[in-house]
């Protein structure tokens, strides 16, 4: 860990110092450039960089090779040769490798925090293969500080307030107040005028995408942090999913409307399933768009008709839904344990004989479903009041994805940092991040895309990891770099496998214009913003989860409202239309 930060004036003086040091930048850098600027910056770095090297090796034959040689293998793994890899997407991903190896012996602290799936794979990310391949490309030693599992906050709010920083903070919007007040505050260094000299990849990748950028930057119009950012809108992972063996038994088609996915459910029960619909979720338990958005009711903050924000739970049609849910409950068509069940319960009713709905992931449903248990499914869109409706969800990822991570104002070689992260941004970096080491894990097809072959470790882990578990031993799936999740999510492209078909039907069957954008906050406004949240969902998750199971009648609604008003409701919408409209002026 790194020296105390100790005032704001300290900070900044450090900052100019480091500045210094690592050479002037571009003295308008703070001005994000405009869209048309943006494809000027990315065709300046497609051009000039199209190649590692005018001398570099053309490997453009390894397209479609299903028998690379050792030789071409240890080529791509060891080299910054990108010449195999195809431009994919609309958006060319940058490829100047300059900084690379880097200039001089450097090793970098980051604090990352672990999960329970990558640290059944990987007790120490040190150890991690695909960072290990960074390293050796990048020139640049990695030293991860990995908080305890389920400590991580504790861990993270000690190390703020102790001083002491490490030179990068990897999951940087944990900070109270979101990136902003890091840099308020002093935590976070300002790469305002750093990133176009010292990250020219990721300058090139977020400027050639409007979402990109505005989803990347302050209000103010500063970089706080280095953001994940994909090169589409990633597919909706949220919904019905239908067991084609109940759709079998009750001969009945796969409902569209609310009254027909209730008479399904009925008939479900009546062929034996017990408990028909999996309703709980430990990510949304009382909502989850799958049902309420047919009465207009959204789980959160949404955007109304006119574009205005609005809170969820005050939506005029909430009395309704909590009605048709409590109904549905008196008739045993949910679940009884919906509102406490952990993932490992819900995965376990799942595949019983009880179930026939569940409200869920198709990829995570494919793992539990199909591969573990030969069941097959089919996905439902949201159902809607009324036949011809158009169905509602709220996912939108705005082109961002994955995690975020901040140079720390005490990091002792920003240059160095700023090279670590930029690499992510690079063809190569997009390469190994998402697809990880060529050969044993993946190969290149006709197009120059890599790809999970059927010898691939992916399919044939010699610990006999299960696929859901692979994705952070072979690969990395959350992080700050391109994340390419459509391609090389092995639960998505394994063969056989259709939840990507599923998500993709989804995203573009179902309206997501009321999806809130991510707006950003002032440090006041975040204090105040987390203070009402905290009181708002208790006191929602309370009234409905009652109400739901006929604990208090559906007119108990009126008292929560009120009462919720009285704690601040209108005050939480306003301070979400400030910053929406400070997010869209950016």
């Not at 919906?338 to 004989?353: G, H, K, Y």
Request: aromatic share 12%.
């Amino acid at each position: 860990m790194k020296g105390k930060f100790v005032s704001t004036f300290l900070v900044l003086t450090m900052a100019a110092s480091m500045l210094s040091a690592c050479g002037n930048a571009s003295s308008n850098a703070s001005t994000p450039p405009a869209a048309s600027e943006a494809e000027t910056v990315q065709e300046s770095v497609s051009e000039s960089d199209s190649v590692p090297s005018s001398d570099a090796e053309d490997l453009t034959s390894l397209r479609g090779n299903t028998s690379p040689t050792s030789e071409e293998t240890e080529l791509v793994n060891t080299t910054l040769n990108d010449t195999y890899l195809g431009d994919v997407f609309d958006t060319t991903i940058p490829n100047d490798y300059s900084a690379y190896p880097f200039k001089e012996e450097v090793t970098l602290d980051i604090w990352m925090p672990s999960n329970s799936i990558l640290a059944s794979v990987c007790s120490d990310l040190n150890d991690q293969r695909v960072f290990n391949q960074v390293e050796e490309l990048t020139g640049i030693n990695l030293n991860f500080i990995v908080p305890t599992l389920g400590e991580e906050s504790t861990d993270f709010n000690l190390m703020i307030a102790s001083g002491e920083l490490p030179d990068i903070i990897v999951d940087a919007n944990r900070y109270t107040g979101g990136i902003a007040a890091g840099l308020n505050e002093g935590a976070y260094l300002d790469l305002t005028d750093i990133v176009d000299e010292y990250m020219p990849n990721y300058s090139a990748w977020r400027n050639s995408d409007e979402e990109r950028r505005k989803t990347s930057m302050t209000d103010e119009g500063l970089l706080g942090a280095v953001y994940g950012e994909a090169p589409y809108n990633e597919w909706c992972w949220f919904g019905l999913l239908i067991k084609q063996e109940a759709l079998d038994k009750t001969g009945l088609p796969v409902p569209e409307t609310v009254d027909e996915l209730h008479d399904f459910l009925v008939a479900c029960k009546e062929a034996g399933y017990s408990q028909p619909l999996n309703y709980g979720s430990t990510y949304g338990q009382i909502f989850t768009g799958a049902i309420n958005g047919a009465f207009g009711v959204w789980d959160w903050m949404y955007l109304d008709d006119e574009g205005k924000a609005a809170w969820g739970p005050a939506a005029e049609g909430a009395k309704d839904y909590l009605e048709t849910m409590q109904n549905w409950y008196a008739e045993g068509l949910i679940n009884t344990d919906w509102a406490t069940a952990d993932f490992n319960q819900r995965m376990a009713e799942a595949v019983s004989d009880d179930c026939a709905v569940i409200m869920d992931s198709p990829d995570t449903m494919w793992g539990y479903w199909k591969e573990d248990n030969g069941i097959d499914f089919v996905a439902a869109l949201n159902p809607v009041l009324n036949k011809g409706d158009v169905s509602r969800q709220t996912y939108h990822n705005f082109k961002q994805s994955g995690s975020t991570a901040a140079i720390t104002t005490q990091c002792e070689n920003v240059e160095a940092a700023c090279a670590f992260l930029d690499f992510a941004y690079t063809k190569k970096g997009w390469e190994i991040y998402n697809y990880g080491s060529y050969g044993d894990v993946h190969l290149i097809d006709e197009n120059g895309l890599p790809y999970y072959h059927s010898e691939s470790l992916m399919y044939n882990d010699p610990d006999n990891q299960p696929v859901s578990n692979l994705i952070w031993k072979y690969r990395i799936h959350d992080f700050a770099d391109i994340r390419d999740e459509h391609n090389s999510n092995p639960l998505i492209v394994a063969e056989g496998s259709y939840s990507g078909d599923i998500r993709e039907y989804w995203t573009e069957s179902m309206d997501s214009s009321v999806t809130m954008p991510p707006v950003t906050f002032t440090p006041e406004e975040a204090a105040r913003e987390g203070e009402l949240g905290t009181v708002l969902s208790t006191m929602r998750n309370e009234y409905f989860s009652k109400i739901i199971m006929g604990q208090l009648p559906v007119d108990a609604y009126d008292e929560f409202l009120e009462q919720a008003k009285a704690q601040g409701a209108d005050e939480l919408v306003s301070l979400y239309q400030t910053a929406l409209d400070r997010y869209n002026a950016r």
